[in-house]
């Protein structure tokens, strides 16, 4: 069973920045992607961004784009975010997720970590 560990989250003023990690205990035959959503209390998982295992191929949220960096470390399973130029609407609990395709939608990720929050104030 593949456990998620993200952290990183925090507080932050506007316009600053946040980086963000998940450890991976193991890679699954299962998995191809990596990726992060957001969520706050009582709404829907939105996504953020996703990566490819070996990194060729990332997609982001249009929200982030231009902001948000993705990458990944495959020798220590590892998976980061980048946070900069962050907003008051960026403020969420972000979870990281390991999953089978490139896709935007949860339904398509079997692993997920705990969740990190990051508060970002104006």
């Known amino acids: 069973q593949v456990q998620l560990v993200d952290s990183g989250g925090g507080l932050v003023q506007a316009g600053g920045s946040l980086s963000l990690s998940c450890v991976a205990s193991s890679r699954s035959w299962r998995t191809t992607v990596m990726g992060w959503f957001r969520q706050v209390p009582g709404k829907e998982r939105e996504f953020v961004a996703q990566?490819?295992?070996?990194?060729?191929?990332?997609n982001y949220a249009n929200a982030v784009k231009g902001r948000f960096n993705i990458s990944i470390d495959n020798a220590k399973n590892t998976m980061y975010l980048k946070m900069s130029n962050l907003k008051p609407d960026d403020t969420d609990l972000y979870y990281c997720?390991?999953?089978?395709?490139?896709?935007?939608?949860?339904?398509?990720?079997?692993?997920w970590g705990q969740g990190t929050q990051v508060t970002v104030t104006v």
């Open positions: 990566t490819t295992w070996n990194g060729d191929h990332s």
């Open positions: 997720a390991e999953g089978r395709t490139l896709s935007s939608e949860e339904r398509h990720y079997y692993y």
